[in-house]
């Protein structure tokens, strides 16, 4: 679907009328359409500044650099020079005066910032029990980041927050890849934390000079998937070189079809409500190369109506397809050990679910309940190397928003750091690198695909 704010801006008759009305200029967002690339910043400079008394300086260069980026002390005298990628190392910040290293860093940059750049700001990762103001400033940095972020969205940055244990520096090539990279797009705002409490693969990011598949040889399990957001996860799984399970009920079969045909997935016709239904999945999985790599749990419904006027099939419904059948599915594999160790688990909540929404009760509670499920479900699966995350996108470009009323659906759009809406794509890359081994650091965690949107922000 085509922006209509970038049309009329891009319209030499029109755009003096934009302009004079004050309609928002959004950018066009950088996306890539391939797949994982070993060094994804060839040719490109990185600035890196630093915190005094940081510890994730030396990681970082290491990372940057190693992903092919020139790696920059300080902006050059070049005023032709444009930052595409910052990384802040501000571990070092533990009271209030040491927030002037962000001013230091930022302030000379900030006229320089490239379309489409891109920041990530790593903060000290707080234990319990710790100094309270030390946590405190840590906590700051994170609402610097957010705020940093709303001043650059008109350019199309993408500014996030990574939480950085000290004994975890060895899990931050994923991350920085990711996060600095073309597939955060339309993610921004957002803050992680990278521990190592989840056993880490063999190899967390390949780095050979050439394009890797970085989840071959894996099996993975997609709900949903037969279109949407479900079928970008299809897609991006497969370009990964996962052999992608496609599940969907029958009702969606032509879709199915058409989407496993496209990508090569294999289809699988399932109402993952009715009785009996893990089981008879399990069954299939165990059938089917005896279990999963990564499970992502993307089918969901909704059935939006006032609680005044909701009925009681609309509540239970919801309630069993966002949430109940997950959790009856998680349990039966789990308990036959059918999600192999290293495993991945993605569940797809929504905004909804971080600030609710008007006439969402049942669909917010559930998509709520999946942000309390996978912080609970991390330390239980950590010890197998398990790492479990949710996702939860914002106003995403679907056939069901295409329906909306128009200004209804510009409202929506426009409703974030970025001006516009998101792509199903946008989230199935955030999926693909949650699912990869590159993200052994992250668990327990629920990130937002928004743009920096204005609800839940």
């Known amino acids: 679907m085509s922006d209509i704010l970038m049309k009329l801006h891009g319209n030499r008759l029109a755009a003096p009328l934009a302009r004079a009305l004050g309609l928002p200029k959004p ?76 001013y230091d860093a ?19 990762l707080h234990q319990a029990g710790g100094d309270p103001v030390q946590a405190a400033v840590a906590r700051g940095v994170e609402g610097f980041s ?55 693969p063999a190899s967390a990011a390949p780095a050979a000079p050439r394009q890797v598949q970085v989840l071959a040889g894996k099996t993975a399990l997609v709900t949903g998937g037969a279109r949407g957001i479900g079928k970008a996860i299809v897609e991006r799984l497969s370009q990964e070189g996962a052999r992608v399970i496609c599940l969907d009920v ?43 790599d990564i499970l992502v749990h993307n089918a969901g419904v909704t059935r939006d109506r006032t609680l005044s006027n909701m009925q009681p099939q609309e509540w239970d419904l919801v309630v069993n397809v966002n949430f109940a059948a997950i959790a009856a599915i998680d349990a039966e594999l789990l308990s036959r050990g059918l999600l192999r160790e290293q495993g ?5 909540s929504s905004i909804s679910g971080v600030a609710g929404n008007f006439g969402q009760t049942n669909y917010a509670a559930t998509k709520a309940a999946l942000i309390g499920y996978a912080a609970a479900q991390a330390p239980l699966l950590a010890p197998r190397g398990i790492c479990v995350n949710a996702i939860a996108p914002g106003f995403i470009e679907t056939a069901m928003t295409a329906k909306l009323p128009f200004f209804t659906r510009e409202v929506g759009s426009r409703l974030n750091a970025l001006m516009q809406a998101g792509q199903p794509r946008d ?7 949650l699912s990869s081994p590159g993200a052994c650091g992250v668990s327990g965690e629920t990130i937002r695909v928004c743009g920096q949107g204005v609800m839940g922000a």
């Not at 950018?27 to 359409?33: P, Q, S």
């Not at 991945?344 to 797809?348: G, K, Q």
């Not at 989230?427 to 690198?433: D, M, Q, T, W």
Request: proline share 4%.
């Open 27 to 102: 950018v066009k967002l950088a996306r890539a359409a391939g797949g994982y690339e070993a060094r994804p910043f060839e040719g490109k400079s990185a600035l890196l500044c630093a915190a005094a008394g940081g510890y994730a300086a030396a990681a970082l260069r290491g990372v940057l650099e190693e992903a092919g980026a020139a790696v920059l002390a300080a902006p050059p005298d070049d005023e032709r020079w444009q930052a595409a990628i910052v990384v802040m190392d501000a571990t070092g910040c533990r009271a209030p005066a040491d927030y002037r290293a962000l």
């Open 250 to 292: 029958a009702g969606a079969a032509e879709e199915m079809r058409s989407t496993c045909a496209q990508y090569g997935a294999m289809p699988l016709s399932l109402d993952i409500t009715a009785p009996g239904a893990p089981a008879r999945l399990a069954d299939f999985l165990r059938s089917e190369g005896g279990g999963v």
């Open 106 to 124: 930022f302030h000379p940059v900030m006229r320089r910032m490239a379309r489409n750049g891109r920041v990530l700001v790593l903060a000290p």
């Open 344 to 348: 991945r688990i993605v569940y797809l």
């Open 146 to 200: 957010r705020s940093l972020g709303k001043e650059l969205g008109r350019k199309g940055v993408c500014v996030n927050t990574a939480y950085a244990a000290a004994d975890a520096l060895d899990r931050l090539a994923g991350v920085v890849r990711f996060f600095c990279g073309a597939q955060s797009t339309y993610v921004s705002g957002q803050a992680v934390r990278v521990t190592a409490r989840v056993a880490a």
């Open 427 to 433: 989230a199935a890359e955030l999926v693909a690198f």
